[in-house]
DNA sequence: CTTGAACCTGTAGTTACTACAGGTCCTATA
DNA sequence: TATAGGACCTGTAGTAACTACAGGTTCAAG
């Protein structure tokens, strides 16, 4: 028994439990990803259960990665009832190969500033090897 | 004894040869990354080897993920004739730590995501496996 | 001399927010 | 009930690092 039935949350509180920032809440329903809320007399907006969990899916597919227009994408498929789960699989595998050549990347940057700074753990020489380094292999 | 020894370069041949876009150089030229260039008669900018050389090494240090603020320091540095090696060491170590904390970031995305397409492999259920991890743990 | 590519300036668009400015509303307390 | 101060409102502009025009000039080859 934590939280009773929870009638309606104001906008401050709807960022308070979902970690987004209040302009960011605004922003999203701005451009279309989080619908417009009910509003109170005085005009402020009153979010409901629902906009608590659609906000939470929003912002963990975000935080895994996925640009604004795949989360608008993934959330038509979650409102088409019966959605497609095979056409979420592509959408997911298609990301996970971004994530991986992306990390291959980094990797690559992080083996090539690893051997520069090794390179230079000496000290202070008057021509500095990480220098060198940038000046050399354009790529 | 390829190169002859070059004379002068449009600004589409310092693109050509540099990997970067005629549009990102006068870019680099507004914000103050490469000096402006000598025009000819007709106001068109001609460039050197000098110009070359500063502009692989800003797409070089770009490539590997220093940010403009970053070159922009590391040419200052450059400039400083005697140049603090330390000093370049320490930006280079402090950018090498943020290419492995984003590292770290995109290897737990990639664990999540590989595990959400993984539970998905059987097809097309129903409640698909992936939209309910997005669902679930707002982490 | 003509044509078409390359160049010029200046502005606006991109992504995903964030940060104001200048107001209105709500709520708790005196 | 008055009021203080926090929460909320709209709308605009700023961020990083380019990219993409529009609407013109200049250059070089034929």
Redesign the interface.
Known sequence: MAGADMPDLGIGALARR??CKVETIRYYERIGILPEPPRNSGGQRRYHAWHL?RL??V???R???FTLEDVRG?LR??DEQ?????E??TM??G??EA??A??AD??A??A???E??AR?EG????D?P??DA??R???
């Open positions: 979902t970690g969990k939470n899916f912002r963990r597919a935080d895994l990665g993934l498929l979650v019966g959605h497609g789960c095979d979420v699989r997911a595998l990301h996970l994530v991986r992306r990390l980094l990797k940057m992080e090539v500033l690893g520069m700074v230079c000290g202070n020489v008057p500095c990480i220098i940038l000046y292999e354009p790529a």
